[in-house]
């Protein structure tokens, strides 16, 4: 499947609601991190990248932390390490100037 593919609303729906459903907790029992990866990375051709963004908005809307195992691909944890850092410091940006009441 091209990335193209992976992109269509349709498919970023299913994957979004498939990946909530999973990360989603049952509210009788205590939160925890979820381990995850790659995801239908491998027969199926997904792309890494699209898989991980996919993955910390589902696990973000459902309130829990992920560690995300990238299987020594170095290229895909650099490009997490750098959204994650881009993410981090852009909400940083956002809570200063909230501060700000000039």
């Known amino acids: ?46 792309n890494p990248g699209v898989k991980f963004l996919i993955q910390l908005m589902a696990a973000s809307e459902a309130k ?7 299987f020594d691909d170095f290229k895909l944890a650099r490009l997490i390490y750098e959204v994650t850092m881009f993410y981090v410091i852009y909400n940083m940006f956002h809570v200063l100037f909230k501060c700000d009441h000039s």
């Open 64 to 70: 829990r932390p992920i560690f995300y195992f990238t």
């Open 1 to 46: 499947m091209d990335v193209c593919d992976q992109l269509s609303t349709k498919c970023l729906q299913r994957e979004l609601n498939k990946a909530y459903c999973g990360f989603r907790p049952d509210p009788s029992e205590q939160l925890c991190t979820v381990a995850t990866g790659n995801w239908g990375c491998g027969a199926f051709g997904g």
